[in-house]
Nanobody
Framework: QVQFVESGGGLVQPGGSLRLSCAASGSIASINSMYWYRQAVGKQRELVAGVTSSGFTNYATSVKGRFTASRDNAKNTMYLAMNSLKPEDTAVYYC??????WGQGTQVTVSS
């Protein structure tokens, strides 16, 4: 099974931007849908965005217009570009396919 490692998180001020990466252990070309999730302290994990092999994307209402999910099958990597970040975006972010296990995630903290 292809597994994923997330990176790119950090501390950013409100209104700032980050780009998360999700590197796969193998080819993602045959994986139809890949997803970004996040989990804030004391809250349930929530689906943030999904991207299909053809590039179709969908987003949670809370991030629509601010986040952009994409994938590069040649590099076996998925991305999440996050703009206009808000304190409520603070969470650990995970990437996943339907068959993969949960990884360690990458921490995003939005604070002044």
């Amino acid at each position: 099974q292809v597994q994923f490692v997330e990176s790119g998180g950090g501390l950013v001020q409100p209104g700032g931007s980050l780009r998360l990466s999700c590197a796969a252990s193998g080819s993602i070309a045959s994986i139809n849908s890949m997803y970004w999730y996040r989990q804030a302290v004391g809250k349930q994990r929530e689906l943030v965005a999904g991207v299909t092999s053809s590039g179709f994307t969908n987003y949670a209402t809370s991030v629509k217009g601010r986040f952009t999910a994409s994938r590069d099958n040649a590099k076996n990597t998925m991305y999440l570009a996050m703009n206009s970040l808000k304190p409520e975006d603070t969470a650990v972010y995970y990437c996943k396919s339907a068959a993969s296990q949960w990884g360690q995630g990458t921490q995003v903290t939005v604070s002044s």
